[in-house]
C-alpha cells in the first residue's frame, strides 16, 4: 500500500477483514508481524479520530482539549480557540463532554486530533452511528480542512458514499489486499450497470436486444441488460422503444464492487 501525501485513501473492508489493524500498525500501536511500516518523514505529526472516543465524559469540552494538548508538550490557548471555532464546538466548549449528542462529540474528538497541526490525520469509523445530516455536516468541516491545511486523510468506514470521494481506495478481506484504485476505476472494474426494461413480452424485448449483451429474462414483462456505458444504454433503449413500457437505469455503484469482490455487504 502507498499513500500519497496530501491525499484522501480509504481502507474498506467487511468485518474482521483487519481494517482496524491496519490502522493500529500505521499508527504504531501494533507491530506488523511481517513487512515494513515506512514514513517520508520519520517522525510524522499525526492525528487520530479512534472508532471509540477516548475523551473523558466528566471533563468539559475545553478541559479535554487542554489535557490532550500537554501531551503534545504546550500550553497554546490561541491553538485551542482556534481548533474550537474551526469545529464548531466554541458554543458548548464549557459543556461536559458526556453530556453532548453524538455529532458534538465526534467534533470534539475531530478537534483533539487537530491539535498540533497534524500532517496525518486518521479516522477509524469516524460517522458509525450517526445520522445522515451529521454525518454530511462533518464530512464537510473536513473536506474544508483537507484543502486549508493540504492533510492526508486516511480513512476506515463501513458507509462506502463517504470513500466515494478519495482518490485511492484499497479493499482488503481476511487480512490481504484484494484490489485498489480509485472508486471511478473499481465501479468501471467490477460494478455493473443495471438496466431494466419492461414491455408486454420480455422474449420480444430479447429479440430485439444484440445477443452480445446478454439479456436475462427477469419476469415475462420484464428484462435485465448490463450495458457497458450510458451510450450503449440508450442504444438498447433505441434498440426496443417501439415494445418498451417503462424503464430503470442504474450505474454501477462502490456498493456494487464491493460485494462483487468480496461477496458480502458492508454492514
Given at each position: 500500500?502507498?499513500?500519497?501525501?496530501?491525499?484522501?485513501?480509504?481502507?474498506?473492508?467487511?468485518?474482521?477483514?483487519?481494517?482496524?489493524?491496519?490502522?493500529?500498525?500505521?499508527?504504531?500501536?501494533?507491530?506488523?508481524?511481517?513487512?515494513?511500516?515506512?514514513?517520508?518523514?520519520?517522525?510524522?505529526?499525526?492525528?487520530?479520530?479512534?472508532?471509540?472516543?477516548?475523551?473523558?465524559a466528566e471533563l468539559s469540552v475545553k478541559e479535554n482539549?487542554?489535557?490532550?494538548?500537554?501531551?503534545?508538550?504546550?500550553?497554546?490557548?490561541?491553538?485551542?480557540?482556534?481548533?474550537?471555532?474551526?469545529?464548531?464546538?466554541?458554543?458548548?466548549?464549557?459543556?461536559?463532554?458526556?453530556?453532548?449528542?453524538?455529532?458534538?462529540?465526534?467534533?470534539?474528538?475531530?478537534?483533539?486530533?487537530?491539535?498540533?497541526?497534524?500532517?496525518?490525520?486518521?479516522?477509524?469509523?469516524?460517522?458509525?452511528?450517526?445520522?445522515?445530516?451529521?454525518?454530511?455536516?462533518?464530512?464537510?468541516?473536513?473536506?474544508?480542512?483537507?484543502?486549508?491545511?493540504?492533510?492526508?486523510?486516511?480513512?476506515?468506514?463501513?458507509?462506502?458514499?463517504?470513500?466515494?470521494?478519495?482518490?485511492?481506495?484499497?479493499?482488503?478481506?481476511?487480512?490481504?489486499?484484494?484490489?485498489?484504485?480509485?472508486?471511478?476505476?473499481?465501479?468501471?472494474?467490477?460494478?455493473?450497470?443495471?438496466?431494466?426494461?419492461?414491455?408486454?413480452?420480455?422474449?420480444?424485448?430479447?429479440?430485439?436486444?444484440?445477443?452480445?449483451?446478454?439479456?436475462?429474462?427477469?419476469?415475462?414483462?420484464?428484462?435485465?441488460?448490463?450495458?457497458?456505458?450510458?451510450?450503449?444504454?440508450?442504444?438498447?433503449?433505441?434498440?426496443?422503444?417501439?415494445?418498451?413500457?417503462?424503464?430503470?437505469?442504474?450505474?454501477?455503484?462502490?456498493?456494487?464492487?464491493?460485494?462483487?469482490?468480496?461477496?458480502?455487504?458492508?454492514?
Amino acid at each position: 500500500m502507498k499513500i500519497e501525501e496530501g491525499s484522501f485513501t480509504a481502507i474498506l473492508g467487511p468485518n474482521g477483514a483487519g481494517k482496524s489493524t491496519t490502522i493500529a500498525m500505521l499508527l504504531g500501536l501494533l507491530r506488523p508481524s511481517s513487512g515494513t511500516i515506512t514514513y517520508q518523514n520519520s517522525k510524522p505529526r499525526i492525528g487520530v479520530v479512534f472508532q471509540n472516543s477516548v475523551l473523558d465524559a466528566e471533563l468539559s469540552v475545553k478541559e479535554n482539549l487542554q489535557v490532550r494538548q500537554k501531551m503534545t508538550g504546550t500550553k497554546d490557548q490561541a491553538e485551542i480557540l482556534t481548533v474550537m471555532k474551526r469545529l464548531g464546538v466554541s458554543e458548548f466548549a464549557k459543556k461536559r463532554y458526556g453530556r453532548l449528542s453524538g455529532g458534538q462529540r465526534r467534533r470534539v474528538d475531530i478537534a483533539r486530533a487537530l491539535l498540533g497541526q497534524p500532517e496525518i490525520l486518521f479516522l477509524d469509523e469516524p460517522t458509525a452511528g450517526l445520522d445522515i445530516q451529521t454525518r454530511q455536516a462533518i464530512w464537510q468541516v473536513l473536506g474544508e480542512l483537507r484543502q486549508q491545511d493540504n492533510l492526508t486523510i486516511v480513512l476506515t468506514t463501513h458507509y462506502l458514499e463517504e470513500a466515494d470521494q478519495s482518490e485511492m481506495i484499497f479493499i482488503i478481506d481476511q487480512g490481504q489486499l484484494i484490489a485498489h484504485g480509485s472508486a471511478t476505476s473499481l465501479k468501471q472494474r467490477y460494478a455493473k450497470n443495471q438496466l431494466v426494461l419492461e414491455g408486454t413480452d420480455s422474449e420480444t424485448l430479447k429479440r430485439l436486444i444484440p445477443e452480445e449483451l446478454e439479456p436475462v429474462v427477469i419476469t415475462d414483462q420484464q428484462l435485465l441488460v448490463n450495458p457497458v456505458s450510458t451510450q450503449q444504454a440508450i442504444q438498447c433503449l433505441l434498440a426496443v422503444q417501439s415494445e418498451l413500457q417503462h424503464f430503470e437505469y442504474r450505474e454501477g455503484t462502490l456498493d456494487d464492487a464491493f460485494i462483487a469482490l468480496t461477496g458480502k455487504e458492508m454492514h
